[in-house]
């Protein structure tokens, strides 16, 4: 629940220093409270007449991310830190897993809780800052593998253990590609100055894309006799969102940068983000100077925004979806669900708009062409299943909404 001093904060912000929402609203929460005063609506607008949306879901609490069982869904509720299944489109009263989350340890917004899930057949594998001990507290950033038996989540198998020394920062997002291997995204923790992309950087599994699980004997990946076997990409901030092209099985990601230029990257094997030296695109000039770590690789982001919109969630659709079949779909905490078309090879963006040509969405810009949806509070998740794009609504009643063709 946003606070009282949160409300007074925002408030105070645009009235005294006449500055819009989006300029001081790093907090998503604070963000979301902008958005309803603003006048959010209670349902999300799509752009185009040709799709439907519904509600799934309605009044879930603080929810980061789900996946598909069979077809049946599990998603996370961040906070309490339960697990809980839609069945047959009815949501269970009881949770199929409860963990020990860590709790806001201050007045600020964290981004510590449960965070990330994915599967592949039977297998579940789940992200999630867990609480032990007890006179004295510790964290840990864990990732656990479980099986799905009985409409239940069994054998729960500690596969990774990563920092959670910071608020801020955690990441968690994950997903799994057609061979399956899963994936997972941890932010820099705040480090910054000591992360792995630097030529003489820390070895300390932050600010990495994770290959998960591939040595059941290390759990700690920077312990590893090779821990750059275990880092898929490096250099990265704060990622919310990344999936995998089901044509191409490369791998997208969303990044937010500070106060400028977030980010959509294709992230290829060796894959550097360029954090804390690089945010937004560079010329040739300044990448050939680009000081990274060992054969990890740089490369511009497929498309930016100027002004920080905190994007999540990405997805691609399929022929189901006819006209938008070569899509990449891509949420924000503004509420915004984004469209992009996809170039012929499916390894960069395509614009008919000049304003965007330069794959930077400035704020002087047009960018009709690339809204698909509105209104949506904070998107968190956005994943496509059985002919549908599902969107999480993280504040907005607490929502999952399902969009289909006509």
Request: aromatic content about 12%; charged content about 25%; glycine content about 8%.
């Amino acid at each position: 629940m946003i606070k009282l001093k949160k409300i007074i904060l925002i408030i105070s912000a645009i009235i005294i220093l006449g500055v819009s929402a989006y300029s001081v609203l790093d907090d998503p929460e604070l963000r979301y409270f902008a958005g309803k005063m603003s006048g959010l609506k209670d349902m999300p607008d799509l752009s185009s007449k040709n799709f439907t949306i519904e509600e799934v879901v309605v009044g879930i609490n603080s929810s980061t991310a789900l996946t598909f069982v069979n077809d049946d869904i599990l998603f996370l509720e961040k906070e309490t830190g339960k697990i809980r299944q839609i069945k047959n489109g009815e949501l269970l009263e009881t949770s199929v897993w409860d963990f020990n989350v860590k709790k806001e340890g201050c007045e600020c917004y964290t981004e510590s809780g449960l965070l990330g899930i994915t599967s592949y057949y039977s297998d579940v594998y789940v992200f999630v800052t867990e609480e032990f001990g007890n006179n004295e507290k510790t964290y840990e950033n864990r990732i656990y593998k479980f099986s799905w038996e009985d409409n239940q989540l069994k054998n729960p198998k500690l596969v990774n253990i990563l920092p959670a020394d910071a608020n801020m920062h955690h990441g968690g997002a994950m997903t799994v590609n057609s061979e399956g291997d899963v994936f997972a995204v941890i932010g820099d923790q705040e480090y910054e100055e000591n992360l792995e992309n630097f030529e003489n950087g820390n070895m300390n599994d932050v600010g990495i894309i994770l290959k998960v699980g591939i040595n059941e004997n290390v759990k700690r990946p920077s312990v590893s006799e090779e821990p750059d076997d275990h880092y898929f990409g490096v250099g990265l901030r704060n990622s919310f969102g990344l999936t995998f092209d089901p044509v191409t099985n490369h791998l997208w990601i969303s990044e937010n940068g500070t106060h400028e230029f977030d980010e959509i990257n294709l992230a290829l094997p060796k894959y550097n983000s360029g954090w804390p030296q690089f945010l937004g695109p560079h010329n040739e000039i300044e990448i050939s100077k680009f000081n990274g770590y060992s054969d990890y690789v740089y490369s511009n982001p497929e498309f930016s925004w100027e002004r920080t919109v905190a994007p999540t969630g990405l997805s691609f659709v399929d022929e189901n979806w006819d006209e938008y079949e070569n899509s990449l779909f891509v949420g924000d905490c503004e509420g915004t669900l984004y469209r992009f078309q996809l170039s012929e090879d499916r390894q960069s963006l395509v614009f008919q708009n000049p304003d965007l040509q330069d794959l930077v969405l400035n704020e002087s810009d047009s960018y009709d062409e690339i809204i698909f949806g509105k209104n949506f509070g904070c998107i968190t998740d956005v994943e496509y299943h059985d002919g549908h794009l599902y969107v999480i609504s993280y504040l907005n009643n607490g929502a999952i909404y399902k969009i289909k063709p006509n």
